[in-house]
């Protein structure tokens, strides 16, 4: 399958990897939209949040652990904002489930907003 982010799941793309264990990815954002860009994903291929469900949702509370740990590590103490755009009206890019992890600064109220 030609998705982008499950070559850099299994070390065919490089990333700049923040996190890893045997089911989830973290990696820095290409393109940064806040001093801290995080994106967290499963290794499992779960095109966006409208396919989890009771078998695959386990992975998904997961992610926040781990999003709560790497805050703590980046020193997000003063908050942070968990992202998941889903289809097209908001905006996915790549269609691998992936969870953005921003914060470092103020964050406004733009990001992931319909233009
Ligand atoms: P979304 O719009 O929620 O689908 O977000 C996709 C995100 O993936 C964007 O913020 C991109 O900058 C980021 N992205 C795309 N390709 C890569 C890559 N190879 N490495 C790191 N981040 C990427
Ligand atoms: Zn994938």
């Known amino acids: ?3 982008i982010f499950c070559k850099i799941a299994n070390g065919e793309i490089p990333s700049t990897k923040v996190y890893e264990d045997e089911t989830v990815v973290a990696f820095n954002d290409l393109n940064p939209q806040a001093p801290v860009h995080i994106l967290i994903i499963p290794k499992q291929h779960i095109p966006s949040a409208a396919q989890i ?5 386990a992975v998904v509370a997961h992610i926040f652990e781990v ?6 590590e980046m020193k997000l103490d003063n908050g942070f904002r968990i992202v998941n755009n889903c289809g097209d009206d908001a905006g996915q890019t790549v269609h691998h489930l992936h969870f953005h992890l921003l914060g470092g600064s103020p964050l406004g109220l733009t990001f992931g907003s319909a233009e």
């Open 1 to 3: 399958m030609d998705c």
């Open 53 to 57: 469900n009771e078998t695959n949702s």
């Open 67 to 72: 999003a709560a740990r790497l805050a703590k």
